[in-house]
């Protein structure tokens, strides 16, 4: 199986070429028929393919405007047939594709028809023949012979695909298949919404999905609230819905489920992937059989997005043999923004968004807050102003004092994905998530810190110890017992009185 090379070139590059495919084969070998047949296929699945039809002279160089169009393609098919070796002209071309490919990141795949590979990358038989009556034919090709011999053994070492003795009509279309579907992960909708950052993400996914397997995978994606879980799906669905036969993407599953039951999902599900309108269920039970059995038999992609609940799961997409898939908000919010602007407006936005999130974020991210129970927004809040960065047991005997049963709470909150533990049992939190937490616990009072309920900067508590405006909202706060003498402050009793024990 082919594997998509990575590529440190920009997208912006990519969308420069002029075609996706450059067709090299040898004419007389294949030219009226399997390359024809592989031109046609890749032509009618909208894959625009350079095909030279010139028949070419005895002694006449390669052609400007081939260079150009193997410049100006995303990648090359070869087509290596048994006299491809026996021609100059194939083997300049062959030489110039090899130089893109190492100058520019273009793609080769090389087709091995009626030829062993084996004869290509060592140079034996009919290429041993071939490159004999070059050498006999002009000895000033010595200096093209060694090129075109490292050229070839290059690309018969890449990995690709072998007729060998398969029926033609099926090779050609698993080619076009997967030519189709590296180009669907290249020319990725991201352009069209100009999101930032997203691209490793993608290709994180599209390996764990991988389309050209025959299996059923059911992928989940997960994180905090706001980082993009959403947008992710969506441009992912963009991208792998021309491979598969039926598709669904159900947005918002989570309030949809909530106002108008489970069975309206299930209606969305089939009508969007059967393109048929009515569909008579009264019940879960019923979606569950008209699911399975419509769609256990076709290649669907069903994108759930927003599921907090299993039971989403189990009516829309049951298990494995029902058929066989639901992030960044956050990242199309931001980048939407930045896009278009200087770098002296990015540092700008950026320490704005330190100080100050952004509030569309914001307020996504307070979904997941919402959702929490009273005892766990209490142990958030706690590690959003105190314990981001202590050890998880230190942590959970303090708040044990506070009854906010912290052993499920904190393991409520791992698994929402609002903390992490790492190896070392340290509690961490994504800034965004911090600074929500934070924003939640000022918004309690604006300007008089001594009716919030956490104390965590240093002028707050001064503040409130030093002009005694503490009131009994206040539940906790950090006072720096490792402060210089000179820096110190002495506090009066009456600082604390107003406060709750």
């Not at 989940?220 to 993407?249: D, R």
């Not at 409520?412 to 049992?425: A, Q, R």
């Amino acid at each position: 199986m082919l594997s998509l090379p990575s590529s440190p070139f920009s997208r912006s590059s990519i969308s420069r070429h002029k075609y996706d495919v450059f067709l090299s084969f040898r004419g007389e070998d294949t030219r009226k028929n399997f390359t024809d047949h592989l031109y046609t296929a890749l032509n009618r699945s909208g894959i625009i393919t350079f095909k030279d039809d010139t028949k070419l002279k005895a002694g006449v160089g390669i052609a400007p405007e081939l260079f150009k169009a193997i410049q100006e393609s995303w990648c090359s098919l070869i087509v290596f047939s048994k006299t491809y070796a026996s021609s100059s002209w194939r083997l300049d071309e062959l030489a110039e594709i090899v130089k893109q490919k190492n100058e520019r990141g273009h793609k080769i795949f090389p087709i091995f028809y009626d030829v062993d590979p084996s004869d290509l990358r060592k140079l034996t038989g009919r290429v041993e023949e071939a490159f004999l009556k070059h050498e006999h034919r002009d000895m000033d090709y010595k200096d093209k012979m060694d090129r075109w011999r490292t050229t070839l053994s290059e690309v018969a070492n890449l990995k690709g695909w072998h007729l060998n003795n398969r029926h033609e009509s099926e090779f050609i279309t698993n080619i076009v298949k997967k030519i189709s579907a590296r180009l669907c992960q290249r020319y990725s909708a991201v352009l069209d919404g100009q999101l930032i950052g997203i691209d490793s993400r993608l290709e994180e996914l599209h390996s764990k999905i991988d389309i050209e397997e025959d299996d059923v995978r059911i992928i989940g994606i997960c994180g905090m609230g706001g980082i993009g879980k959403t947008t992710l799906a969506k441009v992912l669905y963009t991208q792998l819905s021309p491979h598969f036969e039926v598709k669904s993407f159900l947005a918002d599953v989570r309030e949809v489920s909530k106002k108008y039951g489970l069975v309206s999902l299930q209606k969305q599900l089939l009508c969007q992937a059967l393109l048929e309108e009515n569909f008579n269920l009264f019940s879960v039970y019923e979606g569950n059989v008209m699911i399975n059995h419509r769609l256990s038999h076709k290649k669907a992609l069903v994108v759930i997005d927003d599921a907090d609940n299993l039971q989403h799961l189990k009516c829309l997409v049951g298990s494995r043999d029902w058929f066989g898939l639901g992030l960044p908000l956050a990242l199309e919010v931001l980048g939407a923004f930045l896009c278009g602007r200087d770098e002296t407006q990015w540092r700008s936005a950026i320490e704005r968004l330190k100080r100050d999130s952004n509030k569309e974020i914001h307020d996504r991210l307070i979904i997941s807050f919402d959702g929490l129970e009273e005892t766990e927004k209490n142990i958030f809040l706690d590690i959003a102003c105190f314990f981001r960065g202590e050890d998880k047991d230190f942590v959970l005997k303090i708040l044990d004092g506070c009854e906010f049963f912290p052993s499920i709470g904190i393991d409520v909150l791992h698994k929402k994905s609002l903390i992490t533990i790492d190896e070392n049992n340290i509690l961490g939190m994504h800034d965004l998530l911090q600074e929500m937490g934070r924003k939640i616990v000022r918004q309690k009072s604006l300007y008089e810190p001594g009716r919030r309920c956490r104390l965590w900067e240093e002028r707050d508590v001064y503040h409130v110890l030093m002009k005694h405006t503490a009131t009994d909202a206040v539940e906790g706060m950090v006072i720096d017992n490792k402060r210089e003498q000179s820096k110190a402050f002495t506090l009066s009793s009456d600082a604390f009185l107003r406060m709750k024990n």
